[in-house]
Nanobody, 128 residues
Framework: QVQLVESGGGSVQAGGSLRLSCAAS????????MGWFRQAPGKEREVVAL????????YYADSVKGRFTISEDNTKNTLYLQMNSLKPEDTGMYYC?????????????????????WGQGTQVTVSS
């Protein structure tokens, strides 16, 4: 059974940094899309950053380009999101998600149902 467990959220002031981690287990796929999504109160969930596990392709929402970096450590089966220059509008619940199959690219934005596996989320709060 696939499990995704996020950690690393917290409260920071604007301009600060956080690094989110997503530990994955139970996976049989070796080259699939994984990514980070977020949902602010009263808003729909939005994609933040995606990457092909084991590949070079990364994708970012315009709002985070140049500030966030998605990466992985295959030895630890862990996905990361380094978040720098945080803004109050980055506040929200951040979720890790994983897709299926074997791919060399990730659709951006992803179609509904593309990511069947989700973590429980980790809260990020940025104060001004």
């Amino acid at each position: 059974q696939v499990q995704l467990v996020e950690s690393g959220g917290g409260s920071v002031q604007a301009g600060g940094s956080l690094r989110l981690s997503c530990a994955a287990s139970g996976y049989t796929y070796i080259r699939h899309c994984m990514g980070w999504f977020r949902q602010a109160p009263g808003k729909e969930r939005e994609v933040v950053a995606l990457m092909v596990k084991g590949g070079d392709s990364t994708y970012y929402a315009d709002s985070v380009k140049g500030r966030f970096t998605i990466s992985e450590d295959n030895t630890k089966n862990t996905l990361y999101l380094q978040m720098n220059s945080l803004k109050p509008e980055d506040t929200g619940m951040y979720y890790c998600a994983a897709g299926r199959g074997y791919t060399s690219s990730c659709p951006f934005p992803p179609p509904p149902g593309y990511y069947p596996y989700w973590g429980q989320g980790t809260q990020v709060t940025v104060s001004s």
